[in-house]
């Protein structure tokens, strides 16, 4: 093997080592050395606050963390300096062009013609076809004209398009824009506190006053270990005026469930209790009292002095307070024998001022007056009930006056004026009413919808039996009284507990048939003539208490939770999830309702506000946003459109569903037929087999379950006989 003398190269610097060297930390001054000393005296008077070690000072050290000391400040030096901020200028000369004025003068004959006499004639043929022809320049140009204006009257060419878009666009903004805002919250230290709220409705022709009904927290285990006490309730009115004292208070024989104003006469409440009864107040001299009041009572401020007050002082304070409560008492009420069996768990006011006779039959009040409202109970009854107590049947005022004349005080028994019974359509029982809608402005007045405590959607047609035949309910549900045997017209299940909400879409010229119901975790919305419900949301963490449409936007829907959050579903914009969610309350939400939409006020369209009652009696009013009062650029048509094309889903799905099952009994049937002719055809064996694979019969397993089943059955009766 060769050797070859071969001798390392000499080394180039290729500028890493510069980049070492400026990379490396050169002292620029010499260190500072720092020493501290103390006299000997000031460690002996300090002996014991003072520690001292022997050990080194680097075995010893402590972090000493970087803070701002609020006595440091640092002081600025002044300094006295003098800048040019201005521009140097420069003197420059430039020739610019000149031109010498010249006097000129121009002479110009006018060439004269006359209108009335044709100069055409005296011009030649070759003249003549130079000079244009305004007809035909009309001709010409009018087409393009006339176009051009049209196009201009069709399409709108000074409206700002992106302006209209803005609010399409983008449902969900900032966070003000899109969240709803809380105006007050009402609390009563005695009457609410602690309470759960069952219903809320605002009066009619006021804005700022609102009527709630309260009850005792507590489940029917424990309403039976009270040994089954009459728990006294109120109904509270609050008024916008004063939120820490109720303006009225109304008195209740029991527990109210539901609470209404009278549409027509906002001076009129509803009620209806959890023993039955149904009682009504009249507060207009309550209202006219507080009016003619003069001397104004002001409330006693505590200053911050003052917050160690003694219990007695707090006591007295709730005294006068709650004695400025005014307390009414009810004008009406009826007897338990004649009311409902069992708890009264809705109430309705009979729509577009109609009232009912004593057969049944619906037509408008004379005084032009709402006096006549609907009660419904899970004892399977619908009560029809007339403020004017004696405007009943003849021979039942005669048996009242009798026994009011018995009476002390002579005072007459007020009794329903129609009972309807909601029996079921297979006839196995009446149904558990839970929420009622009785229709308004529809071609069927009679026509009832109603949820149960079993989660079921009630379809009923409440009217005489002539009206019945004259008016029939169109509807195909599961089950369909045919027969007209009962009031009720269908009957579907929809829900897996009671279906606590019931409201028509407020929609009423375009999506009249459109339903919704709230239960368990979820809400449903049906048409009246589908068998099941069209648009199913998804079941939530938390059960679904209170559900409202929105009484602006026709695509939003407002649900209320038990763990206290309020949900806006936009079906328009997602179905698979709330696109807001927002806590309104500490705990759950039991019942909401919106402000009545006053049409006569000039901004009431940009303001909506929302009352919800939570499980400890606080009443919180919210306002909502613009955006969601404000309905977009053709939501309504889109809606429309969406829920139709959801019903003819339903609808194909529930025509297959059919021809399926048709096709799978067909089938059935045709193996049934092949297996008798197998064993005539071989009777040696007459368990043989089918001679067809388990590939070729789609439903061997379901065949083989069944033979199996048949076999078991046959055994146990033998040990029966045994």
């Known amino acids: 093997m060769p050797v070859t003398d071969e001798r390392p190269s000499s080394w180039k610097s290729l500028g890493s080592d510069q980049e070492i060297v400026d990379q490396k930390l050169v002292e620029g001054r010499p260190l500072l050395r720092i020493h501290y000393t103390r006299q000997r005296e000031f460690f002996i008077a300090r002996e014991n606050d003072i520690k001292l070690s022997s050990r080194e000072a680097l075995e010893c050290s402590t972090e000493l963390r970087p803070f701002k000391d609020p006595t440091y400040d640092l002081l600025k030096r002044e300094h006295e300096i ?15 062009p000149w031109f010498r004025k010249v006097d000129n003068a121009v002479q110009v004959d006018p060439h004269v013609i006359d209108v009335r006499k044709d100069f055409t004639k005296s011009l030649s043929e ?20 006339q176009h051009n204006l049209v196009q201009n009257a069709i399409v709108p060419i000074f409206v700002d398009d992106y302006a209209t878009l803005e609010d399409d666009d983008s449902f969900i903004g900032h966070k003000e824009e899109s ?75 029991n527990e109210v469930n539901v609470v209404k104003f009278n549409p027509n006469q906002p001076h009129i409440l509803a009620a209806g209790c959890r023993n039955g009864q149904v009682c009504l107040w009249d507060i207009s001299k309550a209202q006219q009292t507080m009016k003619s009041k003069t001397k104004k009572t002001v409330r006693p401020t505590t200053s911050s002095a003052n917050t160690t007050a003694s219990g007695a002082a707090e006591d007295r304070d709730n005294r006068e307070d709650d004695a400025a409560i005014i307390r009414i008492k009810w004008s009406q009420l009826s007897k338990i024998e004649t009311g409902h069996k069992r708890s009264v768990n809705d109430l309705c006011w009979l729509p577009d001022v109609l009232e009912s006779n004593f057969e049944g039959k619906l037509g408008h009040s004379p005084d032009e007056l709402t006096h006549q409202f609907a009660t419904i109970s899970s004892d399977g009854y619908m009560y029809i009930w007339d403020m004017r107590k004696d405007n009943i049947r003849k021979d039942k005022l005669r048996k009242t006056q009798q026994e009011a004349a018995k009476l002390s005080g002579g005072e007459l028994a007020w009794i329903p004026l129609i009972k309807v019974q909601l029996t079921k359509v297979d006839g196995t029982g009446d149904i558990a009413g839970l929420r009622m809608h009785m229709e308004s402005g529809s071609i069927n007045p009679y026509l009832l919808c109603a949820t149960t405590e079993d989660g079921e959607f009630v379809v009923a047609n409440w009217g005489p039996q002539e009206d019945k035949k004259e008016q029939h309910v169109q509807i195909e549900y599961g089950q369909s009284d045919k027969e007209q045997k009962t009031p009720i017209k269908s009957v579907s299940t929809g829900h897996f507990g009671p279906a606590e909400s019931l409201q028509r879409h407020p929609q009423k010229e375009h999506l009249a048939d459109y339903y919704l119901t709230v239960g368990d975790w979820s809400f449903k919305i049906w048409r009246l003539n589908t068998q099941q419900p069209i648009v199913v949301s998804p079941c939530g963490t938390a059960g679904m208490t209170c559900g409202k449409w929105s009484p602006t936007r026709p695509s939003i829907v407002f649900m209320g939770t038990e763990d206290g959050y309020l949900q806006i579903w936009d079906l328009l914009d997602r179905s698979h999830e709330p696109t807001i969610s927002q806590s309104a309350a500490q705990c759950a939400i039991t019942a909401f309702a919106f402000k009545p939409h006053e049409a006569r006020h000039r901004h009431a369209a940009n303001h909506q506000q929302l009352a919800v009652g939570d499980d400890v009696g606080v009443l919180h009013i919210y306002e909502l946003p613009k955006i969601l009062i404000r309905p977009h650029a053709n939501e309504l048509q889109n809606m429309e459109r969406y829920l139709e094309r959801e019903y003819k889903r339903v609808n194909y799905f529930t025509g297959r569903w059919k021809i399926r099952q048709k096709e799978l009994e067909e089938l059935h049937a045709k193996q049934q037929q092949d297996k008798l002719e197998a064993q005539l055809a071989n009777p040696v064996d007459d368990r043989m087999p089918l001679l067809e694979t388990e590939e070729e019969n789609i439903f061997s397993d379901e065949i083989i379950f069944n033979d199996a089943k048949q076999d078991f059955l046959k055994s146990l009766e033998e040990d029966e006989d045994l």
Not at 83 to 90: D, F, L, M, N, S
Not at 126 to 145: A, C, D, T, W
Not at 215 to 233: A, C, H, M, W, Y
């Open 179 to 253: 969240f709803l805002k809380e105006l007050q919250s009402f609390v009563h230290h005695k009457y609410t506190k602690g309470k759960r709220i069952s219903s809320i409705d605002w009066q009619p022709k006021s804005s700022k006053i609102v009527a709630i009904s309260v009850v005792e927290p507590i489940g029917f285990g424990d309403r039976l270990t009270l040994n089954r006490k009459v728990q006294n309730s109120m109904v509270i009115i609050w008024s916008f005026n004063d939120p820490i004292l109720p303006q009225f208070v109304l008195e209740a024989p």
């Open 82 to 96: 003098s800048i040019q901020a201005v521009i140097g200028t420069k003197d420059n000369v430039v020739q610019t």
């Open 126 to 145: 070759e003249e003549q076809r130079r000079v244009p022809s305004i007809n035909s320049f009309l001709k010409r140009v009018y087409p393009r004209v």
